[in-house]
């Protein structure tokens, strides 16, 4: 019998990385919908550069074609026909993303393409509004929690180790102001639904926070 784990949380609280591994461990499919909002934001950027305009973002993504598959190295996300994994991941993305994600006509569009993910297989899926509106029947919800000053700290110690460099301020920044965009905008905003259990990821690995949510959850291991 299949099942669906949501998992929500403000950018940077270790979203996808846990529920990367939660997938692993339990041998089912990750969905990564905040890479379909990037591969959005990436289409609007090439064209428009860093545009809030939502007649503009709706006239663009109404264009693209976004599609997910899974190999050998994981989740890969598609811009039509080109791998765009990496590139979605740069900071000016991660920005766009939350600019795209607010304007209604985006989400309309990704809406059924999520839902279609979970419906005849396992998943663990990780948004904003994945307890909330995407599958707002999961049978498993959490909402992950995290000072922005530690999720500052791990994006500046993440582009260290990619040989990038960071100013911290502006990274806290720009941290805070996604949160505020996310958590108030009209369409799904960031919010904990009311039966998802709330763990804070302060101090903890992705891979001990898979393992403690699996335990909290109730979960059985492949290996079981």
Not at 129 to 154: H, M, Q, S
Not at 159 to 179: F, W
Not at 206 to 214: G, P, Q, T
């Amino acid at each position: 019998m299949s099942y669906a784990i949501a998992i929500d949380g403000p950018a940077g609280a270790g979203k996808s990385s846990i529920a990367r591994r939660m997938a692993e461990i339990l041998d089912i499919i990750y969905v990564d919908t905040g890479a379909l909002y990037r591969v959005i934001g990436l289409a609007v950027y090439r064209e428009a550069g860093m545009c809030q305009d939502p007649e503009t973002i709706s006239r663009i993504a109404d264009q693209v074609e976004v599609s997910l598959s899974h190999n050998e190295k994981g989740q890969r996300v598609f811009l039509g026909e080109e791998d765009v994994s990496e590139e979605i991941r740069r900071e000016e993305i991660s920005q766009m993303a939350s600019i795209v994600s607010a304007v209604p006509f985006v989400r309309e569009k990704l809406l059924s393409l999520q839902r279609d993910m979970a419906q005849c297989q396992s998943v663990v899926m990780d948004g904003r509004d994945i307890g909330t509106r995407i599958l707002p029947n999961a049978e498993y919800k959490v909402f992950l929690v995290c000072p922005a000053e530690e999720r500052a700290r791990r994006r500046l110690l993440q582009l260290r180790e990619q040989g990038l460099s960071g100013d911290y301020d502006q990274i806290l920044a720009d941290i805070k102001e996604r949160d505020h965009r996310d958590m108030t905008r009209e369409i799904s905003p960031l919010v904990k639904a009311d039966d998802a259990i709330e763990f804070d990821t302060t101090g903890h690995t992705a891979e001990s926070s898979a393992d403690e949510l699996i335990e909290v959850l109730g979960l059985c291991p492949r290996s079981c």
